[in-house]
T-cell receptor, first 114, second 111 residues
């Protein structure tokens, strides 16, 4: 089975802190994604990466950056956390060889910024 | 802007009822996904469709490409079906640009 692992299920941080959310997948997938999920807004794409060291902005990249130094790991970085970044963060991966693009999701990280 | 509309937003039904959740999208797509999210956040992929109909157990998913519409049906619903069901669309092909999501349908099945 494909496994997408997010490093933390729950995280509490203070305003202004630098926050790292880590995601690791074990299926050698090229594509990886970070989403946030908010009530009434659904899931929205923050950033995605289709190869090591490559990154593309999604729909809501402001306030975030990402790092993809190794194929299996995709990190989401909040340079200076703010309260409006309190949310559920979901990582996903997929293979471009899968022509219909199934995405496999991690369990999510619920981040609270105080 | 590519959009995905899902309805209803909330649905409460009695055990055994036939459930239908609808999803409409604005432009042509390469694939549509139905996802299930249980309390606690984990998301599971139920179906991926590019045409026709798929069935898995008590779940059935259909898509009408011409009408830009998909439905997820649950037959003989059970309390363990209670979850958020999310429609997600791949507008780009191959999934490389991420998915666009509906806002989800919160389903509660009462015993």
């Amino acid at each position: 089975d494909v496994k997408v692992t997010q490093s933390s299920r729950y995280l509490v941080k203070r305003t202004g802190e630098k926050v790292f959310l880590e995601c690791v997948q074990d299926m050698d997938h090229e594509n990886m994604f970070w989403y946030r999920q908010d009530p009434g807004l659904g899931l929205r794409l923050i950033y995605f990466s289709y190869d090591v060291k490559m990154k593309e902005k999604g729909d809501i990249p402001e306030g975030y950056s990402v790092s993809r130094e190794k194929k299996e790991r995709f990190s989401l970085i909040l340079e200076s956390a703010s309260t409006n970044q309190t949310s559920m963060y979901l990582c996903a991966s997929s293979s471009p060889d899968d022509s219909i693009g199934i995405q496999y999701f991690g369990a999510g990280t619920r981040l609270s910024v105080l | 802007k590519n959009e995905v509309e899902q309805s209803p937003q909330n649905l409460t039904a009695q055990e055994g009822e036939f459930i239908t959740i609808n999803c409409s999208y604005s432009v042509g797509i390469s694939a549509l996904h139905w996802l299930q999210q249980h309390p606690g956040g984990g998301i599971v992929s139920l179906f991926m469709l590019s045409s026709g109909k798929k069935k898995h157990g008590r779940l059935i998913a259909t898509i009408n490409i011409q009408e830009k519409h998909s439905s997820l049906h649950i037959t003989a619903s059970h309390p363990r079906d209670s979850a958020v069901y999310i429609c997600a669309v791949d507008f780009s092909g191959g999934g490389a640009d991420g998915l666009t999501f509906g806002k989800g349908t919160h389903l509660i099945i009462q015993p």
